[in-house]
Protein backbone atom coordinates (compact mmCIF):
# COMPACT_ATOMS: atom_id res chain seq x y z
CA UNK A 1 0.00 0.00 0.00
CA UNK A 2 1.27 3.58 -0.90
CA UNK A 3 1.79 5.61 1.64
CA UNK A 4 0.94 9.23 0.67
CA UNK A 5 3.69 11.95 2.32
CA UNK A 6 2.95 15.37 3.83
CA UNK A 7 3.44 17.87 1.37
CA UNK A 8 5.88 19.51 3.72
CA UNK A 9 7.99 16.67 4.70
CA UNK A 10 11.47 16.12 2.34
CA UNK A 11 12.27 12.33 1.31
CA UNK A 12 13.40 11.38 4.71
CA UNK A 13 10.02 12.27 6.34
CA UNK A 14 11.36 15.10 8.00
CA UNK A 15 9.48 18.63 8.57
CA UNK A 16 10.45 21.36 5.71
CA UNK A 17 11.14 24.57 8.04
CA UNK A 18 9.32 27.65 7.77
CA UNK A 19 10.19 31.86 8.97
CA UNK A 20 7.54 34.11 8.56
CA UNK A 21 8.37 37.63 8.46
CA UNK A 22 7.49 39.42 11.60
CA UNK A 23 5.49 42.46 10.40
CA UNK A 24 3.04 40.46 8.61
CA UNK A 25 -0.31 40.70 10.14
CA UNK A 26 -0.67 38.32 13.43
CA UNK A 27 -3.85 36.89 11.44
CA UNK A 28 -2.21 36.04 8.55
CA UNK A 29 0.56 34.47 10.37
CA UNK A 30 -1.43 32.51 13.02
CA UNK A 31 -3.58 30.79 10.14
CA UNK A 32 0.05 30.18 8.06
CA UNK A 33 0.97 28.47 10.73
CA UNK A 34 -1.66 26.20 11.16
CA UNK A 35 -1.59 25.24 7.43
CA UNK A 36 2.15 24.55 7.30
CA UNK A 37 1.89 22.32 10.43
CA UNK A 38 -1.55 20.57 9.00
CA UNK A 39 1.06 19.73 5.74
CA UNK A 40 3.43 18.40 7.79
CA UNK A 41 5.97 21.59 7.73
CA UNK A 42 7.14 23.10 10.86
CA UNK A 43 7.29 26.74 11.59
CA UNK A 44 10.86 28.46 13.25
CA UNK A 45 11.39 31.57 15.26
CA UNK A 46 14.46 32.14 13.57
CA UNK A 47 15.53 32.14 9.71
CA UNK A 48 16.71 28.40 9.12
CA UNK A 49 20.13 27.62 7.00
CA UNK A 50 17.51 25.18 5.04
CA UNK A 51 14.05 25.92 4.14
CA UNK A 52 11.64 28.79 3.32
CA UNK A 53 11.66 32.23 4.33
CA UNK A 54 7.75 33.85 4.09
CA UNK A 55 8.03 37.48 2.98
CA UNK A 56 5.99 40.05 1.66
CA UNK A 57 6.64 41.17 -1.58
CA UNK A 58 6.97 44.68 -1.91
CA UNK A 59 7.66 45.65 1.61
CA UNK A 60 11.43 46.90 3.99
CA UNK A 61 11.26 44.12 5.95
CA UNK A 62 11.45 42.22 3.16
CA UNK A 63 14.35 44.09 1.50
CA UNK A 64 16.19 43.82 4.62
CA UNK A 65 15.40 39.90 4.88
CA UNK A 66 17.09 39.40 1.84
CA UNK A 67 20.01 41.61 1.72
CA UNK A 68 20.73 39.79 5.45
CA UNK A 69 20.20 36.31 4.40
CA UNK A 70 20.27 35.46 1.07
CA UNK A 71 23.73 33.95 -0.12
CA UNK A 72 24.94 32.16 -3.20
CA UNK A 73 26.27 29.13 0.11
CA UNK A 74 22.87 28.88 1.33
CA UNK A 75 20.96 27.50 -2.03
CA UNK A 76 18.78 25.52 0.35
CA UNK A 77 17.42 28.84 1.61
CA UNK A 78 14.59 29.66 -0.29
CA UNK A 79 12.77 33.19 -0.46
CA UNK A 80 9.18 32.76 -1.34
CA UNK A 81 6.17 35.36 -0.75
CA UNK A 82 3.28 33.91 2.00
CA UNK A 83 0.88 33.21 -0.65
CA UNK A 84 3.52 30.21 -0.98
CA UNK A 85 1.76 27.81 1.10
CA UNK A 86 -1.61 28.15 -0.41
CA UNK A 87 -0.54 27.48 -3.49
CA UNK A 88 1.93 24.22 -2.12
CA UNK A 89 -2.15 23.32 -0.74
CA UNK A 90 -4.05 23.75 -4.16
CA UNK A 91 -1.40 22.20 -6.03
CA UNK A 92 -1.37 19.28 -3.80
CA UNK A 93 2.71 19.22 -3.76
CA UNK A 94 5.56 21.37 -2.90
CA UNK A 95 5.98 23.87 -5.38
CA UNK A 96 9.44 23.46 -6.59
CA UNK A 97 12.38 26.58 -6.96
CA UNK A 98 13.36 26.25 -10.74
CA UNK A 99 13.69 29.52 -11.35
CA UNK A 100 16.83 29.96 -8.92
CA UNK A 101 20.19 30.03 -10.21
CA UNK A 102 23.28 29.54 -8.15
CA UNK A 103 21.36 30.46 -5.26
CA UNK A 104 19.75 33.30 -6.53
CA UNK A 105 16.85 34.39 -8.15
CA UNK A 106 16.55 34.66 -12.07
CA UNK A 107 15.37 37.95 -12.74
CA UNK A 108 12.35 38.42 -15.39
CA UNK A 109 10.88 41.20 -16.87
CA UNK A 110 6.51 40.78 -17.54
CA UNK A 111 6.85 43.19 -20.69
CA UNK A 112 3.96 45.65 -21.58
CA UNK A 113 2.61 43.52 -24.23
CA UNK A 114 0.72 41.53 -21.72
CA UNK A 115 -1.97 43.98 -21.02
CA UNK A 116 -4.34 41.80 -19.18
CA UNK A 117 -3.92 42.98 -15.32
CA UNK A 118 -4.68 39.64 -13.57
CA UNK A 119 -2.66 37.67 -16.75
CA UNK A 120 0.15 40.35 -15.37
CA UNK A 121 -0.60 39.08 -11.79
CA UNK A 122 -1.28 35.58 -12.05
CA UNK A 123 2.21 35.35 -13.69
CA UNK A 124 4.04 37.37 -11.25
CA UNK A 125 3.20 35.05 -8.25
CA UNK A 126 3.85 32.01 -9.97
CA UNK A 127 7.18 33.21 -11.08
CA UNK A 128 8.21 34.26 -7.31
CA UNK A 129 6.11 30.41 -6.16
CA UNK A 130 8.59 29.20 -8.01
CA UNK A 131 11.95 31.11 -6.83
CA UNK A 132 12.05 33.86 -9.60
CA UNK A 133 11.83 38.24 -9.64
CA UNK A 134 9.47 39.12 -11.68
CA UNK A 135 10.21 42.98 -10.67
CA UNK A 136 13.32 43.36 -13.26
CA UNK A 137 13.65 45.97 -15.72
CA UNK A 138 14.07 45.14 -19.28
CA UNK A 139 17.88 46.18 -19.42
CA UNK A 140 18.51 44.00 -15.84
CA UNK A 141 16.17 40.89 -16.76
CA UNK A 142 17.65 38.00 -18.09
CA UNK A 143 14.20 36.67 -19.16
CA UNK A 144 11.85 38.62 -21.13
CA UNK A 145 8.16 37.78 -21.23
CA UNK A 146 6.04 38.70 -23.82
CA UNK A 147 2.61 37.96 -25.47
CA UNK A 148 3.15 36.11 -28.67
CA UNK A 149 0.31 37.32 -30.27
CA UNK A 150 1.79 40.59 -31.10
CA UNK A 151 3.55 42.08 -33.66
CA UNK A 152 6.52 43.52 -30.57
CA UNK A 153 7.28 39.67 -29.55
CA UNK A 154 9.13 39.35 -32.68
CA UNK A 155 10.81 42.85 -32.76
CA UNK A 156 12.24 41.71 -29.25
CA UNK A 157 13.36 38.38 -30.33
CA UNK A 158 15.55 40.09 -32.99
CA UNK A 159 16.57 42.94 -30.35
CA UNK A 160 17.58 40.36 -28.18
CA UNK A 161 18.91 37.10 -29.70
CA UNK A 162 22.10 38.43 -30.28
CA UNK A 163 22.70 38.90 -26.95
CA UNK A 164 24.22 36.49 -24.94
CA UNK A 165 22.35 35.06 -21.13
CA UNK A 166 19.31 37.03 -22.82
CA UNK A 167 16.19 35.17 -23.28
CA UNK A 168 12.84 36.27 -24.92
CA UNK A 169 9.99 33.99 -23.76
CA UNK A 170 6.49 33.53 -24.00
CA UNK A 171 4.20 34.64 -21.14
CA UNK A 172 3.00 30.52 -21.48
CA UNK A 173 6.49 29.39 -21.07
CA UNK A 174 6.24 29.71 -17.42
CA UNK A 175 3.50 27.23 -16.88
CA UNK A 176 5.33 24.92 -19.01
CA UNK A 177 8.50 25.01 -16.86
CA UNK A 178 6.37 24.61 -13.24
CA UNK A 179 4.32 21.55 -14.87
CA UNK A 180 8.02 19.89 -16.33
CA UNK A 181 9.72 20.72 -12.95
CA UNK A 182 12.66 22.62 -14.59
CA UNK A 183 13.80 25.81 -16.31
CA UNK A 184 13.95 25.14 -19.82
CA UNK A 185 14.73 28.01 -22.28
CA UNK A 186 13.18 27.78 -26.12
CA UNK A 187 15.82 25.73 -28.10
CA UNK A 188 17.56 27.61 -30.61
CA UNK A 189 17.32 26.35 -34.16
CA UNK A 190 19.90 26.27 -36.98
CA UNK A 191 18.67 28.61 -40.28
CA UNK A 192 20.04 28.18 -43.63
CA UNK A 193 21.71 31.98 -44.02
CA UNK A 194 21.96 30.75 -47.82
CA UNK A 195 24.98 29.84 -50.17
CA UNK A 196 26.39 26.49 -50.75
CA UNK A 197 28.08 24.44 -47.92
CA UNK A 198 31.80 23.70 -48.22
CA UNK A 199 32.32 21.28 -50.38
CA UNK A 200 29.41 21.28 -52.10
CA UNK A 201 29.84 21.85 -56.01
CA UNK A 202 26.83 23.65 -57.81
CA UNK A 203 26.14 22.17 -61.53
CA UNK A 204 28.02 23.14 -64.14
CA UNK A 205 26.78 24.80 -67.23
CA UNK A 206 27.28 22.41 -70.30
CA UNK A 207 27.83 23.91 -74.55
CA UNK A 208 24.53 21.52 -74.20
CA UNK A 209 23.05 24.48 -71.56
CA UNK A 210 24.36 27.60 -73.60
CA UNK A 211 22.73 26.64 -77.01
CA UNK A 212 19.87 26.55 -75.39
CA UNK A 213 19.74 29.85 -73.65
CA UNK A 214 20.64 31.12 -76.67
CA UNK A 215 17.64 29.61 -78.62
CA UNK A 216 15.57 31.18 -75.88
CA UNK A 217 16.91 34.50 -76.02
CA UNK A 218 17.01 34.45 -80.26
CA UNK A 219 13.27 33.47 -79.64
CA UNK A 220 12.38 36.46 -77.41
CA UNK A 221 14.86 39.01 -78.16
CA UNK A 222 16.69 38.76 -81.42
CA UNK A 223 18.04 42.26 -81.68
CA UNK A 224 19.86 43.43 -78.39
CA UNK A 225 19.11 46.87 -79.42
CA UNK A 226 15.63 46.61 -78.07
CA UNK A 227 17.31 46.04 -74.42
CA UNK A 228 16.22 43.77 -72.01
CA UNK A 229 18.45 40.49 -72.06
CA UNK A 230 20.28 41.14 -69.03
CA UNK A 231 16.46 41.67 -67.04
CA UNK A 232 15.40 39.18 -64.60
CA UNK A 233 11.90 38.59 -66.20
CA UNK A 234 13.20 36.98 -69.33
CA UNK A 235 14.84 34.39 -67.41
CA UNK A 236 11.90 33.54 -64.65
CA UNK A 237 9.48 32.91 -67.70
CA UNK A 238 12.38 30.51 -69.51
CA UNK A 239 12.25 28.92 -65.73
CA UNK A 240 8.14 28.61 -65.76
CA UNK A 241 8.50 26.63 -68.58
CA UNK A 242 9.55 23.65 -66.53
CA UNK A 243 6.42 22.15 -66.71
CA UNK A 244 7.16 21.62 -71.11
CA UNK A 245 8.41 18.33 -71.56
CA UNK A 246 10.71 19.99 -74.06
CA UNK A 247 12.13 22.59 -71.78
CA UNK A 248 12.95 20.10 -69.00
CA UNK A 249 16.21 20.90 -69.35
CA UNK A 250 15.80 24.07 -67.31
CA UNK A 251 15.89 22.61 -64.25
CA UNK A 252 19.40 22.19 -64.05
CA UNK A 253 19.81 26.16 -63.14
CA UNK A 254 17.84 28.36 -61.02
CA UNK A 255 16.45 31.51 -63.54
CA UNK A 256 19.23 33.44 -61.31
CA UNK A 257 22.14 31.36 -62.58
CA UNK A 258 20.68 31.53 -66.22
CA UNK A 259 20.65 34.89 -66.14
CA UNK A 260 24.50 35.25 -64.89
CA UNK A 261 25.27 32.79 -67.12
CA UNK A 262 24.33 35.33 -70.07
CA UNK A 263 25.74 38.24 -68.40
CA UNK A 264 28.84 36.90 -67.38
CA UNK A 265 29.47 35.44 -71.37
CA UNK A 266 27.70 37.80 -73.03
CA UNK A 267 30.01 39.01 -75.76
CA UNK A 268 30.80 35.47 -76.39
CA UNK A 269 26.84 34.20 -76.51
CA UNK A 270 25.37 37.52 -78.45
CA UNK A 271 27.92 35.98 -80.95
CA UNK A 272 26.01 32.66 -81.17
CA UNK A 273 22.80 34.35 -80.82
CA UNK A 274 23.42 36.45 -83.86
CA UNK A 275 24.03 33.30 -86.05
CA UNK A 276 20.59 31.76 -84.69
CA UNK A 277 18.89 35.11 -85.84
CA UNK A 278 20.74 34.96 -89.37
CA UNK A 279 19.20 31.60 -89.32
CA UNK A 280 15.62 32.19 -88.87
CA UNK A 281 15.16 35.86 -89.61
CA UNK A 282 12.70 36.65 -87.17
CA UNK A 283 10.49 39.78 -87.73
CA UNK A 284 10.28 42.19 -85.09
CA UNK A 285 7.27 42.46 -82.90
CA UNK A 286 6.60 38.62 -84.16
CA UNK A 287 4.45 37.05 -81.79
CA UNK A 288 5.96 35.26 -79.33
CA UNK A 289 9.07 38.13 -78.53
CA UNK A 290 9.53 39.08 -75.05
CA UNK A 291 8.60 42.71 -74.26
CA UNK A 292 5.74 42.94 -77.50
CA UNK A 293 1.84 42.46 -76.25
CA UNK A 294 -1.22 42.61 -78.06
CA UNK A 295 -2.55 46.28 -79.37
CA UNK A 296 -5.62 46.69 -76.96
CA UNK A 297 -9.12 47.04 -79.39
CA UNK A 298 -9.82 50.60 -80.29
CA UNK A 299 -13.22 51.20 -78.27
CA UNK A 300 -16.00 53.07 -80.39
CA UNK A 301 -16.01 56.84 -78.32
CA UNK A 302 -19.68 58.00 -77.52
CA UNK A 303 -20.19 61.61 -78.15
CA UNK A 304 -21.22 63.09 -74.93
CA UNK A 305 -23.60 65.66 -75.15
CA UNK A 306 -23.46 68.80 -73.73
CA UNK A 307 -25.85 69.70 -71.27
CA UNK A 308 -27.22 72.85 -72.58
CA UNK A 309 -27.04 76.21 -70.48
CA UNK A 310 -30.11 77.26 -68.71
CA UNK A 311 -30.09 80.42 -70.80
CA UNK A 312 -30.63 78.06 -73.91
CA UNK A 313 -32.49 76.36 -71.97
CA UNK A 314 -35.38 79.06 -71.70
CA UNK A 315 -34.54 80.17 -75.54
CA UNK A 316 -36.02 76.66 -76.33
CA UNK A 317 -38.66 77.31 -74.00
CA UNK A 318 -39.79 80.80 -75.69
CA UNK A 319 -39.47 79.97 -79.23
CA UNK A 320 -40.45 76.68 -81.61
CA UNK A 321 -38.86 77.08 -84.93
CA UNK A 322 -40.67 75.17 -87.28
CA UNK A 323 -39.11 74.96 -91.19
CA UNK A 324 -37.76 73.22 -93.15
CA UNK A 325 -33.91 72.44 -94.94
CA UNK A 326 -33.87 71.41 -98.77
CA UNK A 327 -30.40 72.38 -99.40
CA UNK A 328 -31.31 73.58 -103.02
CA UNK A 329 -30.27 77.21 -102.53
CA UNK A 330 -34.41 78.26 -102.74
CA UNK A 331 -35.05 80.97 -99.97
CA UNK A 332 -37.10 79.27 -96.94
CA UNK A 333 -39.89 80.18 -94.99
CA UNK A 334 -39.48 80.00 -91.26
CA UNK A 335 -42.04 80.48 -89.00
CA UNK A 336 -41.75 81.37 -85.40
CA UNK A 337 -43.98 80.50 -82.55
CA UNK A 338 -43.76 82.66 -79.52
CA UNK A 339 -44.64 80.24 -76.48
CA UNK A 340 -45.07 83.27 -73.78
CA UNK A 341 -48.07 84.11 -72.96
CA UNK A 342 -48.14 87.17 -74.61
CA UNK A 343 -50.68 86.55 -77.74
CA UNK A 344 -48.80 86.91 -80.83
CA UNK A 345 -49.80 85.45 -84.20
CA UNK A 346 -46.95 84.06 -86.09
CA UNK A 347 -44.30 86.25 -88.48
CA UNK A 348 -42.83 84.82 -91.48
CA UNK A 349 -39.50 86.20 -92.50
CA UNK A 350 -38.04 85.69 -95.64
CA UNK A 351 -34.40 84.41 -95.29
CA UNK A 352 -31.82 84.43 -98.42
CA UNK A 353 -29.61 82.09 -98.94
CA UNK A 354 -26.50 82.30 -101.19
CA UNK A 355 -25.85 80.40 -103.51
CA UNK A 356 -21.68 80.61 -103.78
CA UNK A 357 -18.67 81.58 -101.82
CA UNK A 358 -18.55 84.84 -103.68
CA UNK A 359 -22.31 86.14 -102.80
CA UNK A 360 -21.25 85.65 -98.92
CA UNK A 361 -18.49 88.12 -99.28
CA UNK A 362 -19.72 91.78 -97.85
CA UNK A 363 -20.49 93.87 -100.67
CA UNK A 364 -19.10 97.57 -100.84
CA UNK A 365 -21.05 99.95 -98.46
CA UNK A 366 -23.33 97.16 -96.49
CA UNK A 367 -21.60 97.50 -93.24
CA UNK A 368 -21.44 101.28 -93.52
CA UNK A 369 -24.65 101.83 -91.51
CA UNK A 370 -25.79 98.25 -90.58
CA UNK A 371 -22.40 98.30 -88.30
CA UNK A 372 -21.89 101.74 -87.22
CA UNK A 373 -20.21 102.54 -84.11
CA UNK A 374 -20.83 105.74 -81.85
CA UNK A 375 -18.71 107.75 -81.90
CA UNK A 376 -17.87 110.71 -79.13
CA UNK A 377 -21.16 112.70 -77.68
CA UNK A 378 -23.08 111.39 -81.29
CA UNK A 379 -26.47 109.77 -81.19
CA UNK A 380 -25.72 105.79 -80.91
CA UNK A 381 -26.57 103.36 -84.24
CA UNK A 382 -29.74 102.29 -85.77
CA UNK A 383 -28.66 98.80 -84.31
CA UNK A 384 -27.86 99.95 -80.53
CA UNK A 385 -31.40 101.57 -79.99
CA UNK A 386 -33.75 99.34 -77.62
CA UNK A 387 -37.26 98.80 -79.52
CA UNK A 388 -39.99 101.23 -78.67
CA UNK A 389 -42.02 97.75 -77.71
CA UNK A 390 -39.06 97.01 -75.05
CA UNK A 391 -39.37 100.14 -73.68
CA UNK A 392 -42.96 100.01 -73.21
CA UNK A 393 -42.53 96.59 -71.43
CA UNK A 394 -39.55 97.91 -69.48
CA UNK A 395 -41.80 101.47 -67.91
CA UNK A 396 -45.02 99.73 -67.66
CA UNK A 397 -45.85 99.12 -63.94
CA UNK A 398 -48.08 96.28 -65.22
CA UNK A 399 -45.38 94.14 -66.05
CA UNK A 400 -44.30 92.72 -62.41
CA UNK A 401 -42.01 89.99 -61.67
CA UNK A 402 -43.74 86.68 -60.26
CA UNK A 403 -45.17 86.38 -56.75
CA UNK A 404 -42.95 85.29 -54.17
CA UNK A 405 -45.79 83.63 -52.54
CA UNK A 406 -45.41 81.14 -55.38
CA UNK A 407 -41.39 80.67 -54.54
CA UNK A 408 -41.99 80.88 -50.60
CA UNK A 409 -43.87 78.93 -48.02
CA UNK A 410 -44.50 80.19 -44.85
CA UNK A 411 -42.70 83.34 -45.11
CA UNK A 412 -39.15 81.41 -46.30
CA UNK A 413 -37.91 82.14 -49.41
CA UNK A 414 -37.46 79.02 -51.90
CA UNK A 415 -34.29 79.12 -54.80
CA UNK A 416 -36.50 78.80 -57.76
CA UNK A 417 -32.86 77.24 -59.23
CA UNK A 418 -32.86 73.63 -56.95
CA UNK A 419 -33.50 70.98 -58.76
CA UNK A 420 -37.15 69.54 -58.25
CA UNK A 421 -36.04 67.18 -55.20
CA UNK A 422 -34.16 69.13 -53.63
CA UNK A 423 -37.41 71.87 -53.55
CA UNK A 424 -40.00 69.34 -52.86
CA UNK A 425 -37.46 68.00 -49.62
CA UNK A 426 -36.84 72.06 -48.73
CA UNK A 427 -40.70 72.16 -48.75
CA UNK A 428 -41.30 69.53 -46.67
CA UNK A 429 -38.64 70.52 -43.98
CA UNK A 430 -40.22 73.21 -44.19
CA UNK A 431 -44.46 72.42 -43.54
CA UNK A 432 -43.60 70.29 -41.22
CA UNK A 433 -40.84 72.09 -39.04
CA UNK A 434 -37.78 69.79 -39.50
CA UNK A 435 -34.65 70.89 -40.76
CA UNK A 436 -33.29 70.17 -44.15
CA UNK A 437 -30.87 67.97 -43.25
CA UNK A 438 -32.82 65.46 -41.10
CA UNK A 439 -34.81 65.28 -44.64
CA UNK A 440 -32.34 64.90 -46.48
CA UNK A 441 -31.05 62.13 -44.69
CA UNK A 442 -33.97 60.06 -44.53
CA UNK A 443 -34.80 60.42 -48.25
CA UNK A 444 -31.31 59.38 -49.11
CA UNK A 445 -31.70 55.91 -46.71
CA UNK A 446 -35.43 55.28 -48.63
CA UNK A 447 -35.48 56.86 -51.69
CA UNK A 448 -39.06 57.43 -51.98
CA UNK A 449 -41.02 61.01 -51.72
CA UNK A 450 -43.92 60.03 -50.35
CA UNK A 451 -42.83 57.90 -47.72
CA UNK A 452 -40.73 60.96 -46.89
CA UNK A 453 -43.16 63.23 -46.43
CA UNK A 454 -45.23 60.75 -44.38
CA UNK A 455 -42.82 59.74 -41.54
CA UNK A 456 -42.30 63.41 -40.94
CA UNK A 457 -45.94 64.40 -41.31
CA UNK A 458 -46.72 61.71 -38.48
CA UNK A 459 -43.30 62.79 -36.57
CA UNK A 460 -44.56 66.47 -36.19
CA UNK A 461 -48.42 65.07 -35.44
CA UNK A 462 -46.61 62.32 -32.88
CA UNK A 463 -44.86 65.85 -31.39
CA UNK A 464 -47.71 68.14 -31.60
CA UNK A 465 -49.92 65.47 -29.06
CA UNK A 466 -47.21 65.36 -26.84
CA UNK A 467 -47.18 69.33 -26.80
CA UNK A 468 -50.57 69.50 -25.98
CA UNK A 469 -50.75 66.66 -23.56
Same mark, same amino acid.
Given at each position: ????????????????????????????????????????????????????????????????????????????????????????????????????????????????????????????????????????????????????????????????????????????????????????????????????????????????????????????????????????????????????????????????????????????????????????????????????????????????????? @? !? /??? =???? %?????????? +?? $?? *???????????????????????? @? !? /??? =???? %?????????? +?? $?? *??????????????????????????EDSIQGILLDPGVHLIDRTLQEIATEYRFTLEEVKEFYDQCGE?????????????????????
Open positions: MHIVMPIFQDANGLAIKFFIQKDIAQEIQAELCEVVASLGGRVEAKVPRQGYVLVQPGTAEEERLRLCWMAQDRPQRHFVPYTYVEACKIAGMQLKQIFVENGLPVKMHIHPSIANINARTTLSQRIMHSGGDPTSSPQSAKIILADPNTEVFQHLVKTYQGIPDKHVESYLWVKKCVEKGSLVYTPLIYKNPGGRRPGEERTPFTEDDEQRLCEWIAAKIPYKQTGGRTGNRLYQQLCEMIADPEYAWVSRHTWQSWRERYKKNAVRLDTMIAQIVDQKKPIPGEQGQYGYVRQDEEKNKRPRKKRAK @P !A /EQN =LHKQ %EMIIGGINGN +GA $EV *PVIVFDASPVDSGPSTSRAFVRSS @P !A /EEE =LEDG %EDSEEWAVRI +GN $EP *PPNWGKRPASEESEVQSPRKRTKSNDMERTKTRFQKMRQILSSIGES
